[in-house]
């Protein structure tokens, strides 16, 4: 299929503003069903001066939404609501309960001449249903891996212990959400691995195996090195959620320079002269501190079926990163941190010098690096990989990419075309600059690739593309 795009056009000086939260709330129908209750029905409001009135005008709106869409699909009620200026989002998390996200579309500001004010045009099509509705499922994800569900939160203390847990916890992160900087990796909610021998695997597979049968209270351990995903014992639902508070929250808390741990006070002094690099990224930042306090982020893993509730270790050594989870049931004490410090930070040393060794013989032999002249996304649906060479850096306040915004608005688009149909797929789309846009859909995968070709023809395209999968994707891809 071959569209093309009217898209990229210049334009006049100008001011760009992107999207924006205007307000995110959390509601139950149920818990105020008559006249003069509705307050009871509102869980959790931002920004929380809006006036009483105006919150319950907004709730009601929505669930009159809600019900309306129903009378047209009773298993799929609404998702979004689209008007001019906002776009609200609605996810139902858990049985009547509701979270909704209203987004303030982007718009310009034009000016005028002869002294009149500036023309403001809403772009209400620049935002994707798909990638915003991804981030409004994140954020109760996210809640529900530091909380569990908000049905644990009623039986164990009713709907005013639940209240607590949302204002404390969407309080903080509604300020870590940053809408901007949000694009098609937030739909994927993919884990970047990193690529190793079989031999250092190994390593590695041996290590967790050492650290697990030595301290038995560990539970499930994941291994990281440079913000990429090596091994993990945890569900894939889980792993993926933990994957992006630690690549976007944790480590960027805690970054420094590789080794700059020798002003730290835990140092080379481990005997037989191993070097020791390890430190606690959640616990206790210094362990000959006498004051120091062994307490721990407690995470829930397993929400479908146990809920299952957990200390989080996270453990650094240089570039590698360990998270150990202890059950809460479980007292967490010097001792043991003692021990796992003594246990682990040499051992993770090591892997961590050797996975740098092995990663830097890699990209010897591999050459040097080169502008290619495309750029792709790539996510695998079945085990979650994902790798990006247009994103430059992704955290949650920053997407650095090293395409223009409007053919990242392209790639959401095809992906929105592929989120509709089930078959495999090919899309290419000639945008009125230089470039080409690609999409392929196949066996569960897909890859999307960007190509600054002046002069190239649709057959051109179509063979630069085919020889991309042959190097980069060979055995992936079996559409001709």
């Known amino acids: 299929m071959l569209m093309i795009s009217p898209r990229m056009a210049s334009g006049m000086q100008e001011k760009q503003y992107t999207p924006s939260l205007l307000s995110f709330f959390i509601y139950n129908p149920s818990f105020g069903p008559r006249e003069g209750e509705e307050e009871k029905k509102i869980l959790f409001y931002h920004p929380s001066e809006?006036?009483?009135?105006?919150?319950?005008?907004?709730?009601?709106?929505c669930e009159a939404i809600v019900q309306f869409t129903r009378t047209f699909c009773p298993t799929k009620p609404a998702k979004s609501l689209h008007t001019?200026?906002?776009?609200?989002?609605?996810?139902?998390?858990?049985?009547?309960f509701w979270i909704?996200?209203?987004?303030?579309?982007?718009?310009?500001?034009?000016?005028?001449?002869?002294?009149?004010?500036?023309?403001?045009?809403?772009?209400?099509?620049?935002?994707?249903?798909?990638?915003?509705?991804?981030?409004?499922?994140?954020?109760?994800?996210?809640?529900?891996?530091?909380?569990?569900?908000?049905?644990?939160?009623?039986?164990?203390?009713?709907?005013?212990?639940?209240?607590?847990?949302?204002?404390?916890?969407?309080?903080?992160?509604?300020?870590?959400?940053?809408?901007?900087?949000?694009d098609m990796l937030d739909v994927f909610g993919g884990i970047t691995f990193f690529p190793l021998d079989k031999m250092t695997y190994l390593k590695i597979q041996s290590f967790v195996n050492r650290v697990e049968e030595s301290l038995s209270p560990i539970m499930y351990t994941t291994f990281l090195y440079n913000d990429q995903l090596i091994w993990s014992g945890l569900e894939q639902d889980d792993m993926?959620?933990?994957?992006?508070?630690?690549?976007?929250?944790?480590?960027?808390?805690?970054?420094?320079?590789?080794?700059?741990?020798?002003?730290?006070?835990?140092?080379?002094?481990?005997?037989?002269?191993?070097?020791?690099?390890?430190?606690?990224?959640?616990?206790?930042s210094n362990l000959k501190d006498p004051e120091a306090k062994f307490r721990f982020p407690r995470i829930f893993v397993n929400t479908k079926d146990s809920s299952e509730e957990m200390h989080l270790i996270v453990y650094k050594a240089m570039s590698a990163a360990v998270c150990f989870m202890v059950s809460a049931s479980v007292e967490m004490t010097r001792e043991f941190c003692e021990q796992l410090d003594g246990l682990v930070g040499p051992q993770l040393t090591l892997l961590a010098s050797d996975i740098c060794e092995q990663y830097n013989v890699n990209r010897r032999i591999s050459g040097p690096d080169k502008e290619p002249q495309f750029k792709f996304i790539y996510f695998n649906h079945m085990n979650l990989a994902e790798k990006s060479t247009i994103h430059m850096r992704k955290t949650a306040s920053v997407s650095l990419t090293s395409v223009h915004p409007d053919l990242m608005k392209i790639l959401g688009d095809i992906n929105c075309d592929f989120a509709r149909v089930d078959e495999d797929e090919e899309i290419v789309v000639k945008a009125m600059t230089d470039?080409?846009?690609?999409?392929?859909?196949?066996?569960q995968r897909e890859l999307y690739v960007i190509l600054n070709q002046k002069n190239a023809n649709l057959i051109e395209v179509n063979e630069e593309v085919k020889r991309l999968c042959a190097t980069q994707f060979n055995n992936i891809f079996f559409l001709d």
């Open 50 to 61: 809006v006036e009483k009135n105006e919150k319950i005008r907004n709730v009601g709106l």
């Open 84 to 96: 001019q200026k906002n776009r609200q989002f609605f996810f139902e998390a858990e049985d009547s």
């Open 100 to 182: 909704v996200m209203v987004v303030r579309n982007p718009w310009v500001e034009k000016p005028n001449k002869d002294g009149k004010p500036p023309t403001i045009e809403y772009q209400e099509e620049e935002i994707l249903d798909t990638v915003y509705g991804a981030v409004l499922r994140q954020c109760y994800s996210m809640y529900k891996l530091f909380n569990s569900t908000f049905v644990r939160a009623m039986e164990t203390g009713g709907v005013e212990l639940l209240m607590q847990k949302l204002e404390k916890f969407f309080y903080r992160y509604l300020q870590t959400l940053h809408l901007q900087s949000c």
């Open 240 to 284: 993926r959620i933990l994957y992006k508070y630690l690549t976007t929250s944790l480590f960027p808390r805690h970054s420094e320079p590789e080794l700059a741990g020798r002003d730290s006070p835990l140092r080379p002094e481990v005997a037989g002269n191993l070097l020791h690099y390890g430190r606690f990224l959640t616990g206790p």
């Open 435 to 443: 470039y080409w846009v690609v999409g392929k859909k196949s066996d």
